[in-house]
C-alpha cells in the first residue's frame, strides 16, 4: 500500500489508484479485508495515520473489488474493537450481499465474515446524466406522493415484469403516466439507503419492508435494482431520478441519520459500533454503559460528535452531487437536533446544514418527533425546514370521524397552521399536510377500520398505535352493506379534498387515490407482500378521477397555495377580507358562535387579496374560492354570503355528488343544500 489520503473518506479513484480510508477513532491498528471471487480473504494493514483516519492507496484495488474492514484495540463495554468481526465501510457506495443473523455476529471469538455484506469499490463517476437537470418546483407549487419502491410497483400491471420492485420499475413509463396525470410535482421514496433486517424479524421469517433500519448511508438498497445486486443499484437509482426528472418530477428522499441497523450494545457488530462506538453513538455513562435510545430502535447515532455529524454531511452532499436528488424527508428528526440538555433548532448539525452551499436549493422536510423527553416539536425547527404536520393529520381526521368541538381546529389547519409555523420567518409551506402516510392506516382503513389488524407481524398484535382516530362508519372492516359503503367512499374524498384545498403543502400516500387497502394493519413495516403492495387489479377509477379533478383545481388557483399566511383582515391590496369565516345562515362567525360546536361553516378565499407577486413580479389576481364543510350527520341548508363578495359561484367539488360534471351555479343568498357529512367547493370570478 502507498500512504494514500485521508480524505475523501471511502474507497475512491485518483490517478490510477484506489485509496482507501476510514475513521477508526483510537483504535490499535486497522486492516482493509480484499475478498476474491471465490470469497477468500486477504488482509492488508493500514499504516498511515492522520488523526484518527487511517489510508492507504493501491493499484491492486480496482473496481468491483469486494472489501471491509478488521480493526485491532483493547475492548471496553462501549468500543468493541475486534479483528474477529468484518466491518462494512460507513462510506461505501456500493454494499452487496447480505447480513446473516447468527452468533457470529455477536461471540466475541467467532469470525463473523461469512455474515456481513461486503462494501465494494466504485469507479469513478462515468454515468451519462444527458444533461439532467433538477425541476426546482416552487414549495407554493408542490404536492407530495409517498411511496414505496417495491410496493408502489410489484402488482402493477403496467410495469414488464423484470421490473417490478425495482428503481426502473419506479420510472416505467405507466407510473410515471400515473403519478403525473395525478398532478403529483414529487415523488417522496421511502428509504432507499442499505438497509438490514433486525434479529427478531430475521428470526422469524419477516424482513424488514419499510427499510427504517440504515447500515450503509451512501449506498442505494441493492434488492431494488433489476437483479438485486447493490452495484446494479447504483446505475438503476441514477436511471430513475434521470427519467422521472425529464417527467417534471422532484425526487425527494427518506433519510434515516438518527440510528442505524446495529441495535443497542450487546447488538450485532456490523460497521459503526465496530469502528468506535463511542464516537458515533449516544451512551449513556453507567455500569453497565448504555445506549441513549430515543428512537425505539436500540441507538441514536450522536450529533454532539463531529464525526457524525461530517458523516450525515458528506452523505447528503453525496446524494444531491451525485445522484441528483432533490430533497430529504428526515426521519425522527427531533433526535438530529439533540444536544445535551434536549432539543435544540440551533443545534450544530441543523446550523451545519444550513450554512452548506450545496444543500441550499434542495427541499428539507422534518419528521419533528422521536420518543425521547420533549420529543414533540412540531413548529420548532428552522425557516429553512418543512415539517410533518402532525397535529394537521389529527385534527382533520376527529372532525370528519364526528369529534366535538373540532371545526375551529380544521380551520386553523386548513387554513396552514399559523399558530404553529408564523414565527421567524416561516410560512405555509412549513407545514407539509398529510392525512396518511406509511405509518398508520391507509385512507381506505382509515374509514374501514377502528382497531388494527397486525397480527401478521408475529407480535400478537401489540405492535402499532391504538390512536387511530379512525371511524368504521358503522362496521368494521369489509362489508356489503351499500349505505355504509357510500358513506365511507364520501369520507375519502373529505379527507382528500380537505387535504387539497388546505394552505401548506399536501402530501398524498400512494395508492390512497385508488382505495388501497392493507386489510386493516396500521405498521406493515415488516410485510413484503400483498398487504403492503398496491392492489392495482382493484384500483377506484372513480376515486381517482375525483383526486385528479382535486389536484387540477389546486393548481388553477393561487389562492389555495398562499405563499403567505391568511390574515382575515384587508392586505392592502384589496378592501375585504382576505379570509372570511360565515355560519350556516349566511353571517359572519363570531367568537361566540364557534363555541357553539357548529357543524357547518363557510370560509371564502378572497383571490383579489393575494399580497404576494408572481414570478415575474407582477401582481396576482386569482378568483375566489368558498369551501363549506358540513361534519355532521344531518343535511345541512348553508346560506351563501352576500355582501361584498362575488354574486355568482360555481359548485366545482361536491363529495356527496362526485359523478355529476355538470357544475351547477348559485347566487348570493342562494340556499345551498349539503349532504350529511360531506363538503363543496365553489369558485366565483374576482369583483
Not at 228 to 245: I, P, Q, S
Not at 434 to 458: P, Q
Not at 572 to 591: I, Y
Amino acid at each position: 500500500m502507498r500512504p494514500g489520503r485521508p480524505w475523501p473518506l471511502g474507497a475512491t479513484q485518483c490517478d490510477g489508484l484506489t485509496n482507501i480510508a476510514v475513521d477508526a477513532g483510537s483504535a490499535d491498528a486497522v486492516e482493509v479485508c480484499v475478498f476474491d471471487e471465490d470469497g477468500v480473504e486477504r488482509r492488508i494493514e493500514l499504516t498511515e495515520r492522520t488523526g484518527s483516519v487511517r489510508h492507504g492507496a493501491s493499484a491492486d484495488l480496482p473496481p468491483g473489488t469486494r472489501y471491509g474492514f478488521r480493526v485491532h484495540g483493547n475492548r471496553t463495554d462501549v468500543n468493541v474493537w475486534n479483528p474477529a468481526k468484518l466491518l462494512v465501510d460507513p462510506y461505501a457506495r456500493a454494499i452487496v450481499g447480505q447480513v446473516t443473523h447468527d452468533q457470529s455476529l455477536l461471540d466475541n471469538d467467532r469470525d463473523s465474515a461469512g455474515s456481513v455484506p461486503r462494501s465494494v469499490v466504485m469507479p469513478a463517476d462515468d454515468f451519462d446524466w444527458e444533461g439532467d437537470r433538477r425541476p426546482e418546483i416552487a414549495w407554493a407549487d408542490t404536492l407530495i406522493y409517498e411511496a414505496h419502491v417495491r410496493g408502489m410497483t410489484a402488482m402493477h400491471p403496467g410495469v414488464p415484469a423484470d421490473r417490478r420492485g425495482s428503481y426502473l420499475g419506479m420510472a416505467a413509463p405507466a407510473v410515471v403516466d400515473h403519478v403525473r396525470r395525478l398532478g403529483v410535482t414529487a415523488v417522496e421514496l421511502m428509504p432507499i439507503h442499505r438497509f438490514e433486517s433486525e434479529p427478531h424479524l430475521f428470526e422469524a421469517g419477516l424482513t424488514n419492508y419499510w427499510g427504517y433500519n440504515t447500515l450503509g448511508f451512501f449506498a442505494p438498497h441493492g434488492a431494488y435494482a433489476s437483479d438485486g445486486d447493490g452495484v446494479t443499484a447504483v446505475t438503476e437509482f441514477r436511471t430513475m431520478v434521470k427519467l422521472l426528472h425529464r417527467a417534471g418530477l422532484e425526487v425527494i428522499l427518506d433519510v434515516v441519520y438518527n440510528h442505524t441497523a446495529e441495535g443497542g450494545i450487546g447488538g450485532p457488530i456490523l460497521s459503526f459500533r465496530g469502528l468506535d462506538a463511542q464516537s458515533w453513538y449516544r451512551i449513556h455513562d453507567g455500569d453497565p454503559p448504555l445506549d441513549d435510545d430515543v428512537t425505539g430502535c436500540g441507538n441514536t447515532l450522536d450529533v454532539r460528535s463531529e464525526r457524525t455529524v461530517a458523516l450525515i454531511l458528506d452523505s447528503l452532499r453525496y446524494w444531491v452531487t451525485e445522484m441528483h436528488v432533490d430533497g430529504f424527508r428526515f426521519d425522527l428528526a427531533t433526535a438530529l437536533g439533540r444536544e445535551d440538555h434536549g432539543f435544540s433548532p440551533r443545534a450544530r448539525l441543523l446550523e451545519t446544514i444550513a450554512q452548506d452551499p450545496t444543500l441550499a436549493g434542495v427541499k428539507l422536510i422534518a419528521e419533528p418527533w422521536d420518543i425521547g423527553p420533549g420529543g414533540y416539536q412540531v413548529g420548532v425547527f428552522p425557516p429553512r425546514w418543512s415539517e410533518w404536520n402532525g397535529r394537521y393529520r389529527d385534527g382533520i381526521r376527529d372532525v370528519w370521524r364526528g369529534q366535538p368541538q373540532m371545526l375551529g381546529e380544521w380551520a386553523e389547519r386548513m387554513c396552514g397552521s399559523s399558530d404553529l409555523f408564523d414565527h421567524s420567518g416561516r410560512d405555509p409551506r412549513a407545514s407539509i399536510n398529510f392525512v396518511t402516510a406509511h405509518d398508520g392506516f391507509t385512507l381506505s382503513d382509515l374509514v374501514s377500520y377502528e382497531h388494527k389488524r397486525n397480527e401478521a407481524n408475529g407480535e400478537e398484535n401489540r405492535d402499532g398505535t391504538d390512536d387511530n382516530r379512525s371511524w368504521n362508519c358503522g362496521v368494521e372492516g369489509p362489508t356489503d352493506d351499500a349505505a355504509i359503503l357510500a358513506l365511507r367512499a364520501r369520507q375519502r374524498r373529505n379527507l382528500l379534498t380537505t387535504l387539497l384545498v388546505s394552505q401548506g403543502v399536501p402530501m398524498i400516500l400512494a395508492g390512497d387515490e385508488v382505495a388501497n387497502s392493507q386489510a386493516g394493519s396500521n405498521n406493515a413495516y415488516a410485510q413484503d407482500n400483498e398487504i403492503s403492495w398496491i392492489d392495482w387489479a382493484n384500483a377506484d377509477v372513480e376515486l381517482l378521477s375525483f383526486v385528479q379533478q382535486l389536484t387540477a383545481l389546486r393548481s388553477a388557483h393561487p389562492v389555495l397555495r398562499r405563499r403567505r399566511f391568511l390574515e382575515g383582515r384587508p392586505t392592502g391590496v384589496d378592501p375585504r377580507d382576505d379570509l372570511a369565516w360565515f355560519g350556516a345562515d349566511g353571517t359572519p362567525m363570531s367568537p361566540a358562535l364557534w363555541g357553539t360546536d357548529p357543524r357547518s361553516v363557510t370560509a371564502v378565499l378572497n383571490g383579489s387579496a393575494i399580497v404576494e407577486p408572481g414570478l415575474d413580479g407582477q401582481r396576482v389576481v386569482d378568483d375566489s374560492v368558498m369551501i363549506i364543510i358540513n361534519s355532521g350527520p344531518e343535511p345541512v341548508n348553508a346560506v351563501l354570503p352576500a355582501g361584498p363578495w362575488p354574486s355568482t359561484w360555481t359548485v366545482t367539488i361536491d363529495t356527496a355528488d362526485p359523478g355529476s360534471l355538470a357544475l351547477r351555479d348559485l347566487s348570493a343568498g342562494d340556499v345551498c343544500r349539503l349532504t350529511e357529512r360531506s363538503m363543496m367547493v365553489l369558485v366565483a370570478s374576482s369583483d
